[in-house]
């Protein structure tokens, strides 16, 4: 299951070294019909916390609406148009603790109001987790839902974004379950719905947060393939030794053959629309885009760590 849900095959391509597809759905059928994952998951994050040297029950959460297109096996009377979005799918609801971690999760046809889903939630959270006593939300829910979670005991804040604002901004509180969706993309078989059922998408969610408290339980993380930053350091460091050969070490004909098979591993021929490889105008102008774009991730870096440090203190 946990290999379903990272590597986002279909059941029937479930490799043999694993038990028959058939044996392994079974399984994940009966086991999400009797809360197995669900118990799994409120286990873990017991234990995630009070290794952080947190209270084993939280006392505030985070409420987020995450909507997502589906595959052509997920029946049309279970997903619907999302008219904002454009998105013809289905619409996760998920509650998390402040640290990320979450409470409960519901799926449900993109076309479902998100304060209509929200109020399910806020149900289940005051019977499950009768401690809770503060709540965060974006702008989608409405004043009704404030009143129906005063009503229960919760006092729902709206965190709204600083008038005159533009672009990218951190926003306190919000950061966290933004954050906890980014945790669960790694995971391909959440990047769509492939699910028939959606309690079953709902238990591939707990599946893919288990994991994840898992491995940080036993500080174990898991490899991948490639890492993102490893690939775009190398290839500026080609770049900067292909530039320095070409400049001085080479002669001329060397440097054409250098370049000819640089341009065939990369996929294309060096020529004057492309500057060459040999510090070229192609190579200059991604240098400056890759500048800009770490500047801009330093900068959002240092607004993600001084919200992290202030909630901290709270």
């Known amino acids: 299951m946990l290999y379903v849900a ?30 197995t994952f669900e118990h799994l998951n409120d286990l873990l994050r017991r234990c995630v916390r009070e290794n952080e040297g947190r209270r084993p029950e939280p006392t505030a959460m ?5 909507s997502v297109k589906t595959s052509a096996s997920v029946p049309a009377a279970d997903q619907d148009v999302h008219v904002g979005k454009k ?10 603790d402040t640290t990320g971690l979450p409470l409960t999760a519901l799926v449900t046809a993109a076309s479902v109001q998100d304060s209509t889903e929200g109020e399910t939630l ?3 959270i005051v019977s499950t987790h009768p401690a809770i006593r503060k709540d965060w939300a974006d702008r989608g829910y409405r004043e009704y ?56 998408s709902t238990a591939m969610i707990y599946i893919a947060m288990i994991s994840l408290m898992a491995r940080r339980l036993t500080k174990e993380s898991t490899p991948a393939w490639r890492s993102a930053a490893r690939v775009r350091l ?18 001329p004909s060397g440097a054409i053959r250098l370049a000819t098979s640089e341009g065939l591993r990369r996929g294309r021929l060096p020529g004057r629309q492309h500057g060459g490889p040999c510090g070229g105008r192609a190579v200059r102008q991604r240098r400056r ?16 760590q001084a919200l992290a440090r202030r909630d901290e203190r709270l």
């Open 6 to 35: 990272r590597t986002g095959i279909p059941w029937r391509y479930l490799p043999h070294d694993y038990p028959h597809w058939n044996t392994v759905y079974q399984y994940f059928g009966r086991w999400e019909k009797a809360g």
């Open 122 to 124: 806020i149900n289940r």
């Open 62 to 66: 985070v409420i987020e609406a995450q």
């Open 145 to 200: 839902l404030v009143d129906h979670a005063a009503r229960l005991g919760i006092d729902l804040e709206i965190v709204r974004r600083t008038p005159g604002t533009r672009g990218f901004v951190v926003q306190s509180r919000r950061w966290a379950v933004e954050r906890t969706l980014g945790w669960r993309m790694p995971h391909r078989g959440l990047t769509r719905d492939y699910e028939a059922l959606p309690a079953r």
């Open 234 to 251: 190398t290839s500026m460091r080609q770049d900067t030794v292909l530039s320095r050969r070409c400049r001085g070490s080479l002669r």
């Open 289 to 304: 885009v890759e500048a800009s774009t770490y500047r801009q991730a330093a900068r959002a870096l240092v607004e993600y």
């Open 87 to 96: 998105i013809v799918g289905r619409k996760r609801g998920i509650v998390i």
